[in-house]
């Protein structure tokens, strides 16, 4: 029913486990806070909504490719931007939100930093330019700083807690040379990706040392039967 990394983090415990990930967010939401609680008084909004799907994320996900540092601050702040000038430049709510989100996903796609909580940002800036005039002064404080924050504590916690932040791809273990085990290319996975033509949330190298890790395991165990 559950695939492996979701019965992992369903276990409280572990470099994957629920628990981990609940304070990691935790203190990434807290740093947030902290540090932009002043603007309160001028009355801006000192915490985003999108934050928390980032935390979301960055510590729950963080071998993600859409959980990496440039997607995390490329993703919401670009996204952001698009959503203020859609807001100021369209006068329908709904055309500038609707076409806010959309130019967002092109820009973060060509700027390789798709993060799915930015669509919530220029959906959220989109509008509040509208009622509430929001301006440059909202994009630079307290968005930036609440993004800053979360990509400062992703980094201090993940790495922590036993994952290099941004993610490093798991080495492919060498393979034994004569044995049937590695003889597909990298070629062959690239060619197979091509082929479904679609966007998988996981980096294309650890794929490849997933692929290989499995071959050394099947290799071992098809020689344990043979003895």
Known sequence: MFGAGVRAQLRPGGRLGWVRSAVG???????????????????????????????VLVFAVPASPLAQPWSVAGGNLISAAIGLLCGHMLGEPWIAASVAVGLAIAAMTLARCLHPPGGACALLCAMGAQANGWGAAFLLMPLALNVAAMVAAGWVYNNATG???????????P???????????????????AEWDEVLDVDRDDLDAL?????????????????
């Open 25 to 55: 967010a935790f203190f990434g939401i807290a740093l947030a806070a902290m540090l932009a609680k002043p603007f309160a008084a001028a009355g801006a909004p000192w915490l985003v909504a999108p934050l928390g799907a980032s935390a």
């Open 163 to 173: 994952h290099a932040w941004p993610h490093r791809p798991h080495p492919a273990p």
């Open 175 to 193: 393979l034994p040379a004569g044995t049937w085990a590695g003889t597909y290319d990298i070629a062959d996975l690239d060619a197979t990706l």
């Open 211 to 227: 692929f290989r890790e499995v071959e050394q395991r099947v290799l071992k165990r098809w020689r344990e039967s043979r003895r």
